[in-house]
């Protein structure tokens, strides 16, 4: 049976990609392959919302390159691009999964009566209402950045060469303990970043929330495209 391959279209960055980052070939137990669209940086895409003409063709492109050298499925290195999910759909002819905001509605769905899902972004004033409907969430859905940090955002949105996991860590924490204290029936973090889910596991320890993130979802997606075998009784 063949080994189901993810591609992931990458923004052109020069920030760490630590474990856990969607760019690190390490966090996958399955085979991904990289491609970097040359027009998208941290500020085309996040800063300046998906404003230059040149970004969609270049991320078409791209897919479509992707699929020619023999990936299954596709996804990309920025929650920002999922105003671009249908696009790369249709242009693909291969499953996308173009970001982690996708799993809102269905982290919604299993929470208890009364309970609502928390975004953590990269930038809050930058996450519209655009992204969250292309996403198939709520306008309403409860959003915290971590602009007010000192480590995580700086560094990803300014696309700095050297980034303090211990101090992204802290900016991890303190935008969940500002979204909670604003929305206390959050019941469940979904984190819109790809370079988020290595503070998965700390949010978990500190505030007890079943966190979902770029990791869990191509996983999950991974899964459809290569479903595991089990031993016949």
């Not at 969607?22 to 669209?37: E, L, M, Q």
């Not at 409907?133 to 959003?143: F, I, K, S």
């Not at 991890?172 to 929305?183: G, P």
Request: glycine share 8%; charged share 20%; proline share 9%.
């Amino acid at each position: 049976m063949k080994t189901a391959t993810i591609g992931v279209l990458m923004l052109k960055t020069r920030f760490p990609r630590i474990p856990g980052d969607v760019g690190n070939a390490a966090t996958w137990s399955f085979p991904v392959k990289f491609r970097t669209v040359e027009p998208a940086t941290p500020q085309s895409v996040v800063t300046d919302g998906l404003r230059d003409a040149r970004l969609l063709p270049a991320f078409l492109e791209a897919a479509r390159a992707m699929v020619e050298e023999g990936v299954d499925g596709l996804t990309t290195s920025c929650g920002f691009l999922a105003p671009y999910q249908d696009e790369l759909s249709r242009a693909a002819g291969v499953p996308v999964a173009a970001s982690s905001l996708m799993q809102v509605p269905l982290v919604e769905r299993l929470l208890p009566a009364g309970r609502r899902v928390g975004i953590l972004t990269v930038s809050r004033e930058s996450l519209t209402a655009r992204h969250l409907e292309a996403a198939g969430a709520r306008p309403d859905t409860p959003v915290q950045g971590t602009e007010g940090g000192t480590e995580l955002s700086r560094v990803l949105l300014g696309d700095m060469p050297e980034l303090d996991p211990a101090a992204a860590e802290r900016d991890m924490l303190e935008a969940c303990r500002s979204l909670l204290a604003r929305h206390p029936e959050v019941g469940g973090l979904v984190l819109e970043c790809a370079n988020m889910a290595p503070y998965g596991a700390a949010l978990h320890a500190a505030f007890g929330l079943p966190v979902y993130d770029i990791v869990s979802f191509v996983t999950w997606f991974h899964h459809g495209l290569e479903p595991r075998q089990f031993p016949r009784p």
